[in-house]
Protein backbone atom coordinates (compact mmCIF):
# COMPACT_ATOMS: atom_id res chain seq x y z
CA UNK A 1 0.00 0.00 0.00
CA UNK A 2 1.41 3.40 -0.75
CA UNK A 3 0.26 6.53 1.21
CA UNK A 4 0.98 9.87 0.52
CA UNK A 5 1.04 13.13 1.65
CA UNK A 6 2.26 16.91 0.96
CA UNK A 7 4.28 15.39 -1.80
CA UNK A 8 6.11 12.73 0.34
CA UNK A 9 4.96 8.87 0.64
CA UNK A 10 5.75 5.56 2.64
CA UNK A 11 5.41 2.22 0.90
CA UNK A 12 3.30 -0.25 3.91
CA UNK A 13 3.64 -3.93 3.99
CA UNK A 14 0.70 -5.47 6.10
CA UNK A 15 0.81 -9.48 6.84
CA UNK A 16 -1.94 -9.69 9.25
CA UNK A 17 -5.23 -7.08 10.43
CA UNK A 18 -6.67 -7.22 13.77
CA UNK A 19 -10.29 -6.30 14.46
CA UNK A 20 -11.32 -3.83 16.68
CA UNK A 21 -14.65 -2.98 18.36
CA UNK A 22 -15.86 1.16 18.36
CA UNK A 23 -14.07 1.59 21.61
CA UNK A 24 -10.83 0.52 21.03
CA UNK A 25 -10.83 2.05 17.52
CA UNK A 26 -11.69 5.24 19.16
CA UNK A 27 -8.84 4.65 21.84
CA UNK A 28 -6.21 4.24 19.05
CA UNK A 29 -7.05 8.17 18.03
CA UNK A 30 -7.52 7.06 14.54
CA UNK A 31 -11.20 7.17 14.37
CA UNK A 32 -13.92 8.84 16.14
CA UNK A 33 -17.62 8.05 16.12
CA UNK A 34 -20.44 10.42 14.74
CA UNK A 35 -21.78 13.33 16.53
CA UNK A 36 -24.20 12.47 19.09
CA UNK A 37 -22.92 8.68 19.16
CA UNK A 38 -22.42 7.08 22.87
CA UNK A 39 -19.52 4.41 23.28
CA UNK A 40 -19.31 2.70 25.63
CA UNK A 41 -16.38 -0.42 26.53
CA UNK A 42 -17.17 -3.62 25.93
CA UNK A 43 -14.63 -6.59 25.86
CA UNK A 44 -16.69 -7.84 22.83
CA UNK A 45 -14.93 -7.84 19.35
CA UNK A 46 -18.95 -6.70 17.78
CA UNK A 47 -18.68 -3.43 16.37
CA UNK A 48 -20.84 -0.41 16.61
CA UNK A 49 -23.31 0.97 14.04
CA UNK A 50 -22.30 4.62 13.54
CA UNK A 51 -25.82 5.70 12.92
CA UNK A 52 -27.33 4.29 15.78
CA UNK A 53 -25.22 3.38 18.35
CA UNK A 54 -26.58 -0.36 18.39
CA UNK A 55 -24.56 -3.72 18.31
CA UNK A 56 -24.96 -6.06 15.01
CA UNK A 57 -26.00 -9.42 15.69
CA UNK A 58 -22.05 -10.83 14.24
CA UNK A 59 -21.11 -13.96 15.79
CA UNK A 60 -17.80 -13.59 17.42
CA UNK A 61 -14.93 -15.21 16.64
CA UNK A 62 -13.28 -17.59 19.68
CA UNK A 63 -9.68 -16.89 18.43
CA UNK A 64 -7.47 -15.86 15.51
CA UNK A 65 -8.08 -18.11 12.29
CA UNK A 66 -5.11 -19.80 11.34
CA UNK A 67 -3.73 -19.52 8.27
CA UNK A 68 -4.40 -22.13 5.51
CA UNK A 69 -1.61 -24.11 4.15
CA UNK A 70 -0.81 -23.00 0.30
CA UNK A 71 -1.20 -25.46 -1.85
CA UNK A 72 2.35 -27.94 -2.64
CA UNK A 73 1.99 -26.52 -6.12
CA UNK A 74 1.49 -23.35 -5.01
CA UNK A 75 4.07 -23.42 -2.30
CA UNK A 76 6.64 -24.88 -5.47
CA UNK A 77 5.91 -21.96 -7.72
CA UNK A 78 6.13 -19.08 -4.35
CA UNK A 79 9.54 -20.18 -3.63
CA UNK A 80 11.06 -20.46 -7.46
CA UNK A 81 9.62 -17.08 -8.38
CA UNK A 82 10.94 -15.95 -4.53
CA UNK A 83 14.27 -17.41 -5.34
CA UNK A 84 14.47 -16.00 -9.25
CA UNK A 85 13.60 -12.15 -7.08
CA UNK A 86 16.39 -12.67 -4.96
CA UNK A 87 18.54 -13.28 -7.62
CA UNK A 88 17.67 -10.24 -9.89
CA UNK A 89 18.83 -8.20 -6.88
CA UNK A 90 22.11 -10.15 -6.98
CA UNK A 91 21.38 -11.27 -2.64
CA UNK A 92 21.02 -14.60 -1.15
CA UNK A 93 18.33 -15.71 1.68
CA UNK A 94 18.18 -17.95 4.41
CA UNK A 95 15.00 -20.23 5.52
CA UNK A 96 13.61 -18.05 7.85
CA UNK A 97 13.41 -15.13 5.49
CA UNK A 98 11.93 -17.30 2.91
CA UNK A 99 9.09 -18.38 5.92
CA UNK A 100 8.81 -14.73 6.60
CA UNK A 101 8.18 -13.83 2.84
CA UNK A 102 6.32 -16.73 1.13
CA UNK A 103 4.41 -18.16 4.27
CA UNK A 104 4.41 -20.11 7.56
CA UNK A 105 4.51 -23.10 6.85
CA UNK A 106 7.82 -23.02 5.43
CA UNK A 107 9.29 -22.41 9.61
CA UNK A 108 7.66 -26.00 10.46
CA UNK A 109 9.13 -27.79 7.91
CA UNK A 110 11.91 -30.57 8.78
CA UNK A 111 15.14 -30.73 7.10
CA UNK A 112 14.09 -33.58 5.00
CA UNK A 113 10.70 -32.20 3.88
CA UNK A 114 12.79 -28.83 2.75
CA UNK A 115 15.49 -31.12 1.38
CA UNK A 116 12.41 -32.12 -0.77
CA UNK A 117 11.07 -29.15 -1.82
CA UNK A 118 13.59 -27.95 -3.17
CA UNK A 119 14.47 -30.95 -5.44
CA UNK A 120 10.92 -30.05 -6.88
CA UNK A 121 11.83 -26.28 -7.35
CA UNK A 122 15.21 -26.98 -9.10
CA UNK A 123 13.89 -29.62 -11.61
CA UNK A 124 14.19 -30.68 -13.75
CA UNK A 125 18.10 -30.18 -13.73
CA UNK A 126 18.99 -27.69 -17.26
CA UNK A 127 22.54 -26.45 -18.00
CA UNK A 128 20.62 -23.24 -19.10
CA UNK A 129 18.84 -22.67 -15.46
CA UNK A 130 20.79 -22.12 -12.50
CA UNK A 131 20.01 -24.12 -9.48
CA UNK A 132 18.15 -21.93 -7.64
CA UNK A 133 18.90 -24.06 -4.44
CA UNK A 134 22.15 -22.11 -4.34
CA UNK A 135 21.28 -18.99 -3.27
CA UNK A 136 20.09 -20.18 0.15
CA UNK A 137 22.43 -20.08 3.01
CA UNK A 138 23.06 -21.69 6.60
CA UNK A 139 24.96 -20.10 8.90
CA UNK A 140 26.88 -18.05 6.23
CA UNK A 141 27.18 -21.18 4.01
CA UNK A 142 25.89 -23.53 1.92
CA UNK A 143 22.86 -25.75 3.49
CA UNK A 144 23.97 -28.91 4.81
CA UNK A 145 21.82 -31.29 2.86
CA UNK A 146 22.68 -29.36 -0.94
CA UNK A 147 24.54 -32.13 -1.43
CA UNK A 148 22.09 -34.67 -1.50
CA UNK A 149 19.87 -32.18 -3.53
CA UNK A 150 22.38 -32.04 -6.13
CA UNK A 151 22.83 -35.69 -6.25
CA UNK A 152 18.84 -36.31 -6.91
CA UNK A 153 19.32 -33.19 -9.41
CA UNK A 154 21.40 -35.64 -11.64
CA UNK A 155 24.88 -33.80 -10.57
CA UNK A 156 27.24 -36.58 -10.05
CA UNK A 157 29.82 -36.62 -7.10
CA UNK A 158 27.74 -34.14 -4.88
CA UNK A 159 27.36 -35.66 -1.49
CA UNK A 160 30.68 -34.95 0.23
CA UNK A 161 32.39 -32.87 -2.36
CA UNK A 162 35.16 -30.34 -0.70
CA UNK A 163 34.24 -28.16 -4.24
CA UNK A 164 31.00 -27.65 -2.98
CA UNK A 165 31.41 -24.12 -1.06
CA UNK A 166 33.14 -23.29 -4.49
CA UNK A 167 30.44 -24.74 -6.68
CA UNK A 168 27.60 -22.93 -4.92
CA UNK A 169 29.91 -19.44 -5.19
CA UNK A 170 30.02 -19.92 -8.70
CA UNK A 171 26.34 -21.20 -9.01
CA UNK A 172 25.04 -18.31 -7.28
CA UNK A 173 26.68 -15.88 -9.92
CA UNK A 174 25.10 -18.37 -12.67
CA UNK A 175 21.90 -17.05 -11.18
CA UNK A 176 23.01 -13.51 -10.57
CA UNK A 177 24.01 -13.38 -14.45
CA UNK A 178 20.43 -15.48 -15.67
CA UNK A 179 18.71 -13.27 -13.59
CA UNK A 180 19.91 -10.32 -13.65
CA UNK A 181 18.41 -6.88 -15.98
CA UNK A 182 20.02 -6.75 -17.95
CA UNK A 183 20.45 -10.73 -18.14
CA UNK A 184 24.19 -11.78 -18.72
CA UNK A 185 25.98 -14.78 -20.12
CA UNK A 186 26.23 -17.69 -17.99
CA UNK A 187 29.81 -19.10 -17.35
CA UNK A 188 29.92 -22.62 -17.42
CA UNK A 189 28.18 -24.98 -13.94
CA UNK A 190 31.44 -26.25 -11.94
CA UNK A 191 32.29 -29.69 -12.66
CA UNK A 192 32.98 -31.33 -9.07
CA UNK A 193 34.22 -34.63 -10.74
CA UNK A 194 37.37 -35.63 -8.36
CA UNK A 195 40.20 -35.07 -10.07
CA UNK A 196 42.59 -37.16 -7.89
CA UNK A 197 40.99 -40.45 -8.99
CA UNK A 198 42.52 -42.68 -11.94
CA UNK A 199 40.49 -42.04 -14.91
CA UNK A 200 39.33 -45.41 -15.11
CA UNK A 201 38.17 -45.36 -11.24
CA UNK A 202 36.42 -41.58 -12.33
CA UNK A 203 34.33 -43.81 -15.22
CA UNK A 204 33.37 -46.75 -12.95
CA UNK A 205 32.01 -44.33 -10.67
CA UNK A 206 30.14 -42.35 -13.06
CA UNK A 207 28.75 -45.72 -14.26
CA UNK A 208 27.55 -46.83 -10.61
CA UNK A 209 26.21 -43.02 -9.92
CA UNK A 210 24.21 -43.49 -13.14
CA UNK A 211 22.51 -46.22 -12.37
CA UNK A 212 20.31 -46.71 -9.29
CA UNK A 213 20.51 -50.02 -7.50
CA UNK A 214 17.67 -52.41 -7.82
CA UNK A 215 16.00 -53.64 -4.79
CA UNK A 216 14.85 -57.68 -5.22
CA UNK A 217 11.65 -58.04 -4.20
CA UNK A 218 11.10 -61.07 -2.43
CA UNK A 219 9.02 -64.02 -2.98
CA UNK A 220 5.77 -62.91 -1.18
CA UNK A 221 6.25 -59.54 -2.77
CA UNK A 222 7.28 -59.82 -6.47
CA UNK A 223 5.48 -56.95 -7.47
CA UNK A 224 7.33 -55.16 -10.23
CA UNK A 225 4.62 -53.18 -11.56
CA UNK A 226 3.26 -49.71 -10.76
CA UNK A 227 -0.84 -49.92 -10.35
CA UNK A 228 -2.65 -48.61 -12.99
CA UNK A 229 -3.38 -45.16 -12.49
CA UNK A 230 -6.27 -43.11 -14.29
CA UNK A 231 -5.37 -39.46 -15.40
CA UNK A 232 -7.15 -37.57 -17.75
CA UNK A 233 -4.60 -34.68 -18.94
CA UNK A 234 -1.83 -37.67 -19.36
CA UNK A 235 -3.90 -39.10 -21.28
CA UNK A 236 -4.88 -36.60 -23.47
CA UNK A 237 -1.60 -34.94 -24.25
CA UNK A 238 -0.57 -38.61 -25.11
CA UNK A 239 -3.14 -38.95 -27.91
CA UNK A 240 -2.30 -35.73 -29.44
CA UNK A 241 1.07 -36.62 -29.59
CA UNK A 242 0.53 -40.22 -30.97
CA UNK A 243 -1.52 -37.88 -33.53
CA UNK A 244 1.37 -36.42 -34.54
CA UNK A 245 3.63 -39.25 -34.52
CA UNK A 246 3.53 -40.20 -37.75
CA UNK A 247 4.69 -36.03 -39.82
CA UNK A 248 7.57 -35.49 -36.71
CA UNK A 249 11.23 -35.65 -38.39
CA UNK A 250 13.57 -38.91 -36.57
CA UNK A 251 15.47 -36.65 -34.08
CA UNK A 252 11.96 -35.20 -32.85
CA UNK A 253 10.31 -38.44 -33.41
CA UNK A 254 12.71 -39.93 -30.84
CA UNK A 255 12.86 -37.23 -28.07
CA UNK A 256 8.37 -37.92 -28.12
CA UNK A 257 9.35 -41.77 -27.81
CA UNK A 258 11.15 -41.34 -24.29
CA UNK A 259 8.59 -38.60 -22.97
CA UNK A 260 5.47 -40.44 -23.94
CA UNK A 261 7.02 -44.12 -22.47
CA UNK A 262 8.47 -42.33 -19.25
CA UNK A 263 4.78 -41.55 -19.01
CA UNK A 264 2.80 -45.00 -19.89
CA UNK A 265 5.63 -46.47 -17.13
CA UNK A 266 4.40 -43.61 -14.44
CA UNK A 267 0.41 -44.63 -15.60
CA UNK A 268 0.88 -48.95 -15.05
CA UNK A 269 0.82 -49.36 -18.52
CA UNK A 270 4.10 -50.57 -18.86
CA UNK A 271 5.70 -53.00 -16.20
CA UNK A 272 8.38 -51.53 -14.08
CA UNK A 273 10.32 -54.76 -13.74
CA UNK A 274 14.20 -54.60 -12.95
CA UNK A 275 14.79 -51.63 -15.61
CA UNK A 276 16.69 -48.86 -13.86
CA UNK A 277 15.12 -46.71 -16.87
CA UNK A 278 11.43 -47.33 -16.14
CA UNK A 279 12.17 -47.48 -12.09
CA UNK A 280 13.77 -43.78 -12.40
CA UNK A 281 10.21 -42.75 -14.34
CA UNK A 282 7.68 -44.47 -12.11
CA UNK A 283 9.83 -42.39 -8.92
CA UNK A 284 9.12 -39.11 -11.14
CA UNK A 285 6.38 -36.85 -10.15
CA UNK A 286 2.99 -36.55 -11.96
CA UNK A 287 3.92 -32.88 -12.64
CA UNK A 288 7.45 -33.70 -14.30
CA UNK A 289 5.27 -35.95 -16.67
CA UNK A 290 2.94 -33.66 -17.97
CA UNK A 291 5.45 -30.58 -18.24
CA UNK A 292 7.52 -33.04 -20.25
CA UNK A 293 4.68 -34.13 -22.42
CA UNK A 294 3.26 -30.38 -22.98
CA UNK A 295 7.39 -29.63 -23.73
CA UNK A 296 7.38 -32.62 -26.19
CA UNK A 297 3.59 -31.43 -27.79
CA UNK A 298 5.23 -27.95 -28.10
CA UNK A 299 8.31 -28.99 -30.12
CA UNK A 300 6.47 -31.88 -32.19
CA UNK A 301 4.60 -28.62 -33.71
CA UNK A 302 6.84 -26.60 -34.27
CA UNK A 303 8.71 -29.05 -36.31
CA UNK A 304 5.82 -29.85 -38.09
CA UNK A 305 5.73 -26.26 -39.01
CA UNK A 306 9.15 -26.16 -40.26
CA UNK A 307 8.77 -29.25 -42.34
CA UNK A 308 5.91 -27.69 -44.00
CA UNK A 309 7.69 -24.71 -44.78
CA UNK A 310 10.67 -26.55 -45.98
CA UNK A 311 8.47 -28.54 -48.18
CA UNK A 312 6.63 -25.26 -49.59
CA UNK A 313 9.66 -23.57 -50.21
CA UNK A 314 11.14 -26.50 -52.42
CA UNK A 315 7.91 -26.22 -54.42
CA UNK A 316 8.36 -22.72 -55.51
CA UNK A 317 11.56 -22.97 -56.11
CA UNK A 318 10.69 -26.10 -58.17
CA UNK A 319 7.75 -24.46 -60.21
CA UNK A 320 9.97 -21.25 -60.66
CA UNK A 321 13.23 -22.91 -62.40
CA UNK A 322 13.13 -22.05 -65.63
CA UNK A 323 13.36 -25.06 -68.49
CA UNK A 324 16.56 -26.84 -69.12
CA UNK A 325 18.66 -24.66 -71.99
CA UNK A 326 21.45 -25.53 -73.67
CA UNK A 327 24.95 -25.24 -72.09
CA UNK A 328 26.61 -21.63 -72.59
CA UNK A 329 29.90 -21.23 -73.78
CA UNK A 330 32.66 -21.32 -70.93
CA UNK A 331 33.84 -17.78 -70.26
CA UNK A 332 36.79 -16.91 -68.11
CA UNK A 333 35.51 -15.73 -64.85
CA UNK A 334 36.67 -14.45 -61.77
CA UNK A 335 35.21 -15.43 -58.53
CA UNK A 336 35.30 -12.19 -56.28
CA UNK A 337 36.91 -12.94 -53.29
CA UNK A 338 35.03 -12.51 -49.99
CA UNK A 339 34.94 -9.49 -47.99
CA UNK A 340 37.83 -9.11 -45.00
CA UNK A 341 35.76 -8.49 -41.43
CA UNK A 342 37.03 -5.64 -40.19
CA UNK A 343 38.41 -5.24 -36.11
CA UNK A 344 34.66 -4.56 -34.84
CA UNK A 345 32.94 -7.50 -36.96
CA UNK A 346 36.62 -10.09 -36.00
CA UNK A 347 36.01 -8.67 -32.42
CA UNK A 348 32.41 -9.88 -32.20
CA UNK A 349 32.90 -13.02 -33.73
CA UNK A 350 35.65 -13.95 -31.11
CA UNK A 351 32.98 -13.24 -28.51
CA UNK A 352 30.68 -15.62 -30.28
CA UNK A 353 32.79 -18.18 -30.70
CA UNK A 354 34.07 -18.06 -26.76
CA UNK A 355 30.15 -18.23 -26.65
CA UNK A 356 29.18 -21.45 -28.14
CA UNK A 357 32.01 -22.98 -26.50
CA UNK A 358 30.78 -22.64 -23.12
CA UNK A 359 27.29 -23.71 -24.55
CA UNK A 360 25.60 -20.37 -24.08
CA UNK A 361 23.90 -17.27 -25.86
CA UNK A 362 24.25 -13.51 -25.24
CA UNK A 363 21.67 -10.36 -25.10
CA UNK A 364 22.11 -7.85 -28.00
CA UNK A 365 22.91 -5.19 -25.97
CA UNK A 366 25.79 -6.94 -24.19
CA UNK A 367 27.60 -7.22 -27.41
CA UNK A 368 30.62 -5.01 -27.90
CA UNK A 369 30.01 -1.58 -28.61
CA UNK A 370 26.50 -2.12 -28.79
CA UNK A 371 25.04 0.21 -26.62
CA UNK A 372 26.82 3.16 -28.69
CA UNK A 373 26.19 2.04 -32.09
CA UNK A 374 22.95 3.09 -34.04
CA UNK A 375 20.68 -0.06 -35.04
CA UNK A 376 21.57 -0.58 -38.60
CA UNK A 377 25.07 -0.21 -37.68
CA UNK A 378 24.49 -3.24 -35.50
CA UNK A 379 22.26 -5.26 -37.86
CA UNK A 380 24.90 -4.65 -40.55
CA UNK A 381 28.20 -5.52 -38.55
CA UNK A 382 25.83 -8.93 -37.58
CA UNK A 383 24.95 -9.80 -40.92
CA UNK A 384 28.74 -9.10 -42.57
CA UNK A 385 30.21 -11.35 -39.53
CA UNK A 386 27.72 -14.28 -41.41
CA UNK A 387 28.34 -13.22 -45.06
CA UNK A 388 29.90 -16.00 -47.05
CA UNK A 389 29.47 -18.42 -44.39
CA UNK A 390 30.38 -22.08 -45.70
CA UNK A 391 27.63 -25.11 -45.91
CA UNK A 392 30.04 -26.60 -42.56
CA UNK A 393 29.78 -23.11 -40.48
CA UNK A 394 27.42 -22.28 -38.41
CA UNK A 395 25.00 -18.59 -38.15
CA UNK A 396 26.91 -17.21 -34.96
CA UNK A 397 24.24 -14.47 -35.11
CA UNK A 398 21.67 -16.92 -33.59
CA UNK A 399 23.33 -16.86 -30.50
CA UNK A 400 22.63 -13.23 -29.97
CA UNK A 401 19.16 -12.80 -28.26
CA UNK A 402 16.17 -9.95 -28.06
CA UNK A 403 14.76 -8.56 -24.85
CA UNK A 404 12.33 -11.64 -24.78
CA UNK A 405 15.33 -14.30 -25.15
CA UNK A 406 14.20 -15.11 -28.63
CA UNK A 407 15.88 -14.49 -31.93
CA UNK A 408 16.85 -10.57 -32.44
CA UNK A 409 13.98 -8.51 -33.79
CA UNK A 410 15.84 -8.50 -37.34
CA UNK A 411 16.84 -12.22 -37.33
CA UNK A 412 14.61 -12.67 -40.53
CA UNK A 413 16.36 -9.28 -42.54
CA UNK A 414 19.82 -11.02 -41.66
CA UNK A 415 18.95 -14.66 -43.39
CA UNK A 416 17.54 -12.75 -46.13
CA UNK A 417 20.83 -10.36 -46.28
CA UNK A 418 23.29 -13.34 -46.60
CA UNK A 419 20.91 -15.51 -48.85
CA UNK A 420 19.03 -17.87 -47.02
CA UNK A 421 15.44 -17.98 -47.22
CA UNK A 422 13.15 -16.33 -44.79
CA UNK A 423 10.32 -18.14 -42.69
CA UNK A 424 7.06 -16.63 -43.05
CA UNK A 425 6.11 -18.23 -39.47
CA UNK A 426 7.49 -17.53 -36.08
CA UNK A 427 7.23 -20.86 -35.13
CA UNK A 428 9.78 -21.61 -38.57
CA UNK A 429 11.86 -18.83 -37.54
CA UNK A 430 11.99 -20.45 -34.10
CA UNK A 431 13.19 -23.89 -34.99
CA UNK A 432 15.78 -22.34 -37.79
CA UNK A 433 17.18 -20.60 -35.02
CA UNK A 434 17.21 -22.88 -32.30
CA UNK A 435 19.05 -25.29 -35.11
CA UNK A 436 21.79 -22.83 -35.97
CA UNK A 437 22.32 -22.54 -31.93
CA UNK A 438 23.33 -26.51 -31.94
CA UNK A 439 24.94 -26.18 -34.76
CA UNK A 440 26.93 -23.80 -33.04
CA UNK A 441 27.75 -25.32 -30.12
CA UNK A 442 28.43 -28.65 -31.73
CA UNK A 443 31.00 -26.79 -34.08
CA UNK A 444 32.87 -24.85 -31.40
CA UNK A 445 32.53 -26.88 -27.92
CA UNK A 446 35.16 -29.11 -26.71
CA UNK A 447 34.95 -31.97 -27.87
CA UNK A 448 33.55 -31.17 -31.19
CA UNK A 449 29.90 -32.88 -32.44
CA UNK A 450 28.95 -33.67 -36.14
CA UNK A 451 26.77 -30.67 -37.27
CA UNK A 452 23.16 -31.35 -37.81
CA UNK A 453 21.73 -30.19 -41.23
CA UNK A 454 20.87 -26.73 -41.76
CA UNK A 455 17.18 -26.01 -41.92
CA UNK A 456 17.17 -23.28 -43.93
CA UNK A 457 17.64 -23.01 -47.18
CA UNK A 458 19.49 -20.68 -49.82
CA UNK A 459 17.23 -18.27 -51.48
Do not use: C
Amino acid sequence: MLVLEDGQGWAIEADRYLRLNAHDAEQTGLWSPPPGTHVEPDSSPAPVSRATGTKHAEPVPASPTKPQPHAHADLVTQLRDRLADLARLRSTTTWEALARAVGWELAKLSDIERRDLLVEVDSPLSQYVPVRSALIRHEGGPLPYLGDILHRLGIPFAKGSPQLKRWVTIETERAFAAYGQPARAMGPRLDLTPHSLPRGQVTKALQTWKTPPVTVPSRRTASTTVSKRQDVRLGELITELSELHPQLSKPIRKRVNRVMYGARVWLGEIPVGRVPRRARAAAQSRDHHVKSLQDALDVARADIAATKFLSRRHEEQRKAAPAAKAPAPKQHTTTPKPKQLGKAELRLRRKLIDTASHGGTVQLLDLPGARTLPDAALRSMLTGMDRDVAPDVPLLTALVTGPDGGPVPFFRQILKDIGFAVPQTDEALTVIWRREQERAYAKYGYPAQPLPPRLVPSA
